[in-house]
């Protein structure tokens, strides 16, 4: 059997937006996967368009969409913490990071889906990405799994360079958009603009999803590794 | 929700006044607002189950609503509310959205506290 890879994040939809490709992709090898969803969403401003949630309603909505969307893309191992959107930055780091680190000793993963640490705009992605940094440090350098890192902070390109990983997802962007549907509450707006562009010009499918083709990731660089290249 | 009508909602305002009530306080930009522009920023502020007890409370406008709570120390203020919910009866959920159906701000008054998570696997 193929070794597992883990996917750390924050909100249900974090998997399905720009990386719900890269991880259906490992499900059609065979390849385990499990996702660490650490909040059920439940302050997301997004509604549904038009919106049929509301601030009490959203965290099972979001829960049962989230468990739609792993049905979409295959992933049969959900770890759903429920801690509150939005508070993960005031935890203690090390608390969220033994969290992580039983589920890496447990799965053994070869590699890790996450943000990559400050460049994930969100405050919860920053949060538990560097949690999840945090956890992999604790093994030894060459027994760590690799960390994939999705970055869309505006100065990423900047400083970290270009994406290093870009994976064509289009064999599977079926897979892909189905899970990003089963958002609604959150892709509604977003699903929405392209059904209309679909509609209007059907012939156009590939230009209008061609944003949707390609997943990009960073690799995330240790400090020990920076410190014995230079 | 349904669009907010402004009897019920004095009337539920009326209801829940003299008492200890949690209330949830919220309003955002969006996490993402920081990316739309230079010097654009993200703001947000929620208060989760604060309890207070207000002496008045008052709906005015014609829509968008603002609704004040006056309590013996100080205010609580919410402007830009445009849908409305009585939630098992006792809670009252204000809300204001966008024309996309996103939510700019709610304001929730109930005398039980409101839940934290699902609660459900």
Redesign the interface.
């Known amino acids: 059997m193929n070794r597992p890879v883990l996917a750390v994040f924050p909100h249900p939809d974090d998997e399905s937006f720009g990386k719900a490709g890269a991880l259906a992709l490992h499900a059609q090898e065979g390849t385990p996967i499990t996702l660490i969803c650490a909040t059920?969403g439940?302050?997301g401003?997004?509604?549904?368009?038009?919106?049929f949630a509301?601030?009490?309603t959203l965290?099972?909505i979001r829960?049962k969409e989230l468990k739609d969307a792993c049905e979409a893309i295959g992933i049969h191992d959900l770890r759903m913490w429920?801690?509150?959107d939005?508070t993960l930055q005031f935890e203690d780091p090390e608390e969220l990071a033994d969290r992580i680190f039983q589920v890496i000793l447990e799965i053994r993963p070869f590699r890790i889906y996450t943000y990559y640490p400050e460049h994930g705009?969100?405050?919860d992605h920053d949060a538990l990405a560097e949690a999840t940094i945090r956890a992999a440090s604790r093994l030894p350098l060459n027994e760590r799994p690799e960390i994939y890192g999705s970055a869309?902070s505006?100065n990423c390109m900047e400083v970290l360079g270009p994406p290093d990983i870009i994976i064509d997802v289009s064999s599977v962007l079926d897979k892909k958009m189905a899970a990003i549907r089963a958002h609604r509450s959150q892709s509604?707006?977003m699903t929405k603009k392209i059904d209309e562009e679909l509609a209007a010009n059907a012939a156009r499918k590939d230009e209008i999803l061609a944003s949707q083709m390609k997943e990009q990731f960073w690799t995330y660089r240790w400090p020990e590794e920076l410190v014995t290249r230079r | 929700m349904q669009p907010i009508n402004k009897a019920d909602v004095q009337e539920k305002l009326n209801q829940l006044v003299n008492q200890d009530v949690y209330i949830h306080l919220e309003t955002t930009t969006g996490s993402y607002a920081c990316l739309q522009g230079e010097k654009a920023v993200s703001v947000c502020a929620y208060i989760r189950n604060g309890k207070v007890n207000y002496q008045r409370g008052q709906i005015t406008g014609s829509g968008p609503y603002r609704v004040g709570l006056k309590m013996q120390d100080g205010w609580v203020y919410a402007e830009g509310l445009t849908d409305f919910e009585v939630m098992d009866g006792e809670k009252l959920l204000l809300a204001g959205h966008d024309d996309q159906g996103q939510l700019g701000i709610a304001l929730q008054i109930s005398p039980e506290p409101f839940k934290n998570d699902s609660g459900r696997e």
């Open positions: 059920s439940q302050m401003r997004r509604m549904g368009n038009p919106f509301n601030r009490e965290p099972l829960e429920r801690l509150l939005k705009v969100h405050p869309f505006k509604e707006v």
